[in-house]
């Protein structure tokens, strides 16, 4: 079983930086793909990034360009670095396995 927690939300300006966090309990954790979503009020959740086990990336075009994602296995870390935010990206932001999730974190950007 593996237990995510995430960490590092909070209120920026517009044109801010934040560094997501999560944690992944279970030794497993270096087999899966791992992805950040997020949920905005009234909206679905939208995939934000994912990286592969070997550290492939990939990122939703919204943002691409401004956002890092990142992982360390040997400490069962996952990392989002969001650059440049924009009010748009103000969500609960989620760490998932595809079959775990987090609890989640709020990202708020004020315009």
Not at 58 to 79: L, P
Request: glycine share 10%.
């Amino acid at each position: 079983q593996v237990q995510l927690v995430e960490s590092g939300g909070g209120l920026v300006q517009a044109g801010g930086s934040l560094r997501l966090s999560c944690a992944a309990s279970g030794n497993i954790f270096r087999f899966y793909t791992m992805a950040w979503y997020r949920q905005a009020p009234g909206k679905q959740r939208e995939s934000v990034a994912s990286i592969t086990r070997s550290g492939t990336p990939n990122y939703a075009d919204s943002v691409k360009d401004r956002f890092t994602i990142s992982r360390d296995n040997a400490i069962n870390m996952i990392y989002l670095q969001m650059n440049s935010l924009k009010p748009e990206d103000t969500a609960v932001y989620y760490c998932t396995s595809g079959v775990h999730w987090g609890q989640g974190t709020q990202v708020t950007v004020s315009s």
